[in-house]
């Protein structure tokens, strides 16, 4: 199982709508990707490690599949679709990670 973070920094002054990221994004995403897409998490940052720092991340998905190829199937097909769809909820540039889910 692989899991591919998206992750959007908590830049000052950055526009993001969670609302939107949450209720359309994130479902047209799943929709798109059909059954590669196992689940996904939708993370809305809150604080950072020490008292009253700000979340290094305003946002984030995390997107569960059976491997990095079926992610590719899924998503590849539909990028430009998807990758359009940002400017709806964000001004930043995401920063994204594939990793292997060791436990879980």
């Given amino acids: 199982m692989i899991k591919v973070s998206v992750m959007y ?3 000052p002054g950055g526009r993001f709508d969670h609302d939107y990221y949450r209720d ?3 479902p047209l995403v799943k929709a798109r990707m059909g059954d590669a897409c196992k689940s996904y998490t939708v993370d809305k ?3 950072g490690g020490a ?3 700000p ?3 305003v946002g984030m998905c995390h997107i569960f599949c059976d491997s990095i190829e079926a992610f590719q199937t899924g998503f590849g097909p539909h990028a430009k679709e998807i ?3 940002i400017p709806n909820y964000t ?3 995401p ?4 990793s292997e889910v060791v436990v879980g």
């Fill in 91 to 93: 001004d930043q540039s």
């Fill in 9 to 11: 920094p908590n830049t």
């Fill in 51 to 53: 008292p009253g720092a």
């Fill in 55 to 57: 979340a290094t991340y």
């Fill in 45 to 47: 940052g809150l604080a």
């Fill in 83 to 85: 990758m359009a769809d």
């Fill in 95 to 98: 920063v994204i990670q594939i």
């Fill in 24 to 26: 359309k994004h994130m």
